[in-house]
T-cell receptor, first 112, second 115 residues
Framework: DAKTTQPPSMDCAEGRAANLPCNHSTISGNEYVYWYRQIHSQGPQYIIHGLKNNETNEMASLIITEDRKSSTLILPHATLRDTAVYYCIVRARGGSNYKLTFGKGTLLTVNP | NAGVTQTPKFRILKIGQSMTLQCTQDMNHNYMYWYRQDPGMGLKLIYYSVGAGITDKGEVPNGYNVSRSTTEDFPLRLELAAPSQTSVYFC??????????????FGNGTRLTVT
């Protein structure tokens, strides 16, 4: 799997958009970008994933650059409950890779 | 729908004791995983299973054993507990890899302390 690079921490004001970046410069054509988050002391929670098109669901939007070497997770109106560690993961579809590799992620702190 | 259930939530073991961490899922997922997370660190894969009767090692399998006799259950066994195994353990499950939309579902963890 391609490695990912994320800032260790970010702050955001409540009600504002939170934009979390991720670099995955060695991503290959069949690899998806997944985002999970982990609220303190809970298990990780799936947020969104995409291949090359921008994606949106009820939780967030995922913007992937045209060269696919980086992506941004957008929480449009951050709340205090969005304070968590956010993990960007690259994973191949199909083949023999059954595993997700979690790095250290980005600690997002939403401030009142 | 309970999702992924882990028991116990907390456990304290003495060095050399054994225990089994239980994990069960009710989503009929083929794929199941065990991760450990040390304080301030990311998740590391211990073992995984792609179906009943099939298991394989992850990044940090030493000191652990698993079995998968049913689709629903994937217990993790610690035979001789060591302080280095103090960690939070997460079980996860997912659908077949060939499914496009196949995120992992995680349990809420077992917090294990070995003293």
């Amino acid at each position: 799997d391609a490695k990912t690079t994320q800032p260790p921490s970010m702050d955001c004001a409540e009600g504002r958009a939170a934009n979390l970046p991720c670099n995955h410069s060695t991503i290959s054509g069949n690899e998806y970008v997944y985002w999970y988050r982990q609220i303190h002391s809970q298990g990780p929670q799936y947020i969104i994933h995409g291949l090359k098109n921008n994606e949106t669901n009820e939780m967030a939007s995922l913007i992937i650059t045209e060269d696919r070497k980086s992506s941004t997770l957008i929480l449009p109106h951050a709340t205090l409950r969005d304070t968590a560690v956010y993990y960007c993961i690259v994973r191949a579809r199909g083949g023999s890779n059954y595993k997700l590799t979690f790095g250290k992620g980005t600690l997002l702190t939403v401030n009142p | 729908n309970a999702g992924v259930t882990q028991t116990p939530k907390f456990r304290i073991l003495k060095i050399g004791q054994s225990m089994t961490l239980q994990c069960t899922q009710d989503m009929n997922h083929n794929y199941m995983y065990w991760y450990r997370q040390d304080p301030g660190m990311g998740l590391k894969l211990i073992y995984y299973s792609v179906g009943a009767g099939i298991t394989d090692k992850g990044e940090v399998p030493n000191g652990y054993n698993v079995s998968r006799s049913t689709t629903e259950d994937f217990p993790l066994r610690l035979e001789l507990a060591a302080p280095s195994q103090t960690s939070v353990y997460f079980c996860a499950s997912g659908r077949a890899l060939s499914s496009y939309n196949s995120p992992l579902h995680f349990g809420n963890g077992t917090r294990l302390t070995v003293t």
